[in-house]
């Protein structure tokens, strides 16, 4: 008798959750899918995968709100009928008629914390990656519909008269890159083509420009192919909420697992090895004739110069103090190729990369081949290697605890800028919040996925409770103590994230809030249970 009373009861609150929760992820979806949209210019072919890849994030916050109307409606008119009277009349304990609502308040329980911990941040990296493959796409069709398009997380926006899809090129290009709202780069093209190559963290977007002129700050000139390079990170998946538990675990083994904090500590990492370099090159000018000499071996040429001094400056330059003289010499031969003079020059590390190279660039320099000489408007000479124990000491494996070291006895480097430590303390912040977010979002996980059982447990006694009145009286009734969950989820969070505030508070709000929600389920079953 008890287990046919529970299968009727069971097969209730599966219909009436079933229905709801399709329902409800039908609306949600929609609403998920529309920033996407908008901010990406998906096409139609993309959005059905799309949908596909967001229901579970759906999913997360519906299951509980499903159980929670299931529980509360069909307990409710259960003992709106009298059923319930009934069973207790035949002996059957109001304790043992719970079992199926329990049951399907564990399922949920075990579902969105299984949901929230694996499924989402990894249906989450699929519809990155589903956007990312189609990025050519996306962007040929914004520049069509809108004649233009900005890269996400990319300095630099692309104009066109015309794109061909089929062909990846675009005709009537103009380039113009901007950095800290300022237009800083600007280059006109007849024709460009675009390439894309994914990465695991990051994607590589490089606009091929053909017969282009470039104009900056220093004047203009024209290339024949000028090519223009830039990376953009997770659209997504760089929002710890999206990680999962062992790309978390992976995150708190090493911070340069987390790609925001790679991605400043690589930026620190290059100015303090321009300026660990500066520091050298100045204490080789210091020294007398011919001691003062400074080299640098190139893949197919070695470089000497001496200068009159030298300092290092932001965006991770060094600038050179004239008289400059520079010799060329061939790598295998050792042989002079030229001789070069100039009153200015700078020496600039390329990227942010591991493995970015040098460029050294002269400014009006007079050069001597032997046979010929002349002026020219700029001299560049490039992939000019780091020196090798500078490369070492900044290794990937190294550069978080190079930059705590900074400003402390021992460090790499004896006078940091202030634009160094500046970058440091970015690096520091990026790290302590990532810690706080960590902590944050894992306990709210947890918090979430343990009180979805009691909140249909107390949907089942408030569905009891308000028999007497609409069905969905007692669904609305059911729904303040998830209300106030939540408000205890979210409040930790913030606190928990809040640097000013003890990452230990937020955590105890957060679980607070689940203790709340036990007393008052102790409560009202108590009082179901005398009556």
Known sequence: MVFTLHRYIFGQLFRVFLLATIALTLMMSMGAIVRP?????????????????????????????????????????????????????????????????????????????????????????????????????????NIQRKGYYAIPGVPFRIFADHANIETNTLQGVVIVESKENTVSKLIPAEAARIEFETQKNFNEVSV???????????????SGLTTVKSTFASLLTDDIKFQRIDDIKRIQADKMNFYPIRQLAQTCRRQLAIEMLNERIAARLAL????????????????????????????????????????????????????????????????????????MILDNPTHDRGDYKGIAQTHAIKYLPLPQDIQSALAEAHVLDAIDGLGTP?????????????????????????????????????????????????????????????????????SVPGAVLVIFIMTGKEFTKNPSISMITGIIVMWTGLGVLILLALSVYRKLLKT
């Not at 890849?53 to 709106?80: C, D, N, Q």
């Open 37 to 141: 949209i908008q901010k990406y210019g998906i096409g139609p072919e993309q959005v059905v995968p799309l949908l596909a890849y967001f229901l579970p994030i759906t999913l997360t916050f519906v299951l509980p709100m499903s159980a929670l109307f299931a529980a509360s409606l069909v307990y409710g008119r259960f003992a709106s009928d009298n059923e319930l009277d009934a069973c207790r009349a035949s002996g059957v304990s109001f304790t043992t008629l719970v079992y199926p609502g329990l049951f399907l308040g564990v399922a949920v329980s075990v579902t969105t914390l299984v949901l929230s911990f694996y499924v989402v941040p990894a249906f989450v990296h699929r519809a990155e990656s589903t956007i990312k493959a189609n990025a050519e796409q996306i962007l040929f069709r």
């Open 208 to 222: 091929i420009a053909r017969e282009a002129f470039q104009i900056d700050k220093h004047g203009q000139a024209y």
């Open 288 to 359: 007398p004739a011919p001691e003062n000499a400074c080299k640098f071996v190139g893949h197919d040429r070695i470089v000497w110069f001496t200068a009159a001094g030298c300092s290092a400056a932001d965006k991770a330059t060094i600038n050179l103090h004239g008289p400059i003289v520079l010799l060329e010499l061939d790598k295998d031969l050792h042989t002079l190729i030229c001789r070069w003079e100039s009153q200015t020059g700078v020496i600039k590390l390329e990227s942010d990369d591991f493995d970015a190279t040098l460029d």
């Open 410 to 478: 021992g460090s790499l480097l004896a006078a940091p800028s202030h634009l160094l430590l500046q970058l440091r303390q970015q690096v520091t912040r990026k790290i302590a919040r990532t810690i706080l977010e960590i902590n944050a979002e894992v306990h709210s996980r947890l918090v979430f996925g343990l009180g979805c059982t009691l909140l249909i447990l107390t949907g089942i006694a408030l569905g009891v409770i308000f028999k007497g009145g609409h069905l969905l009286t007692a669904f609305g009734a059911s």
